[in-house]
């Protein structure tokens, strides 16, 4: 799985994290999505999509690799 993140569409709301906290962050300055693991392991790919799918700015895009 690759994941990548929009910054531009970013809102903050900050779902992200809080399904895939290993994987996403947000910058303390305005909460805008940080990527912390592009590549994650398998074990985190099911928490990876649920922080895709629940993005209110669909600011995550995943590919299969």
């Known amino acids: 799985m690759l994941v990548r993140i929009d910054q531009e ?10 399904a895939a906290p290993d994987v996403f962050d947000q ?5 805008i ?3 912390l693991d592009a590549r994650p392991p ?6 990876v999509q649920e922080a895709a799918a629940v993005c209110p700015a669909t600011a995550i895009t ?3 690799v």
């Open 9 to 18: 569409k970013c809102c903050g709301a900050g779902h992200c994290v809080l």
């Open 27 to 31: 910058r303390d300055e305005d909460g």
């Open 33 to 35: 999505v940080v990527l």
């Open 42 to 47: 398998a074990d985190l790919h099911q928490a």
């Open 62 to 64: 995943l590919e299969n």
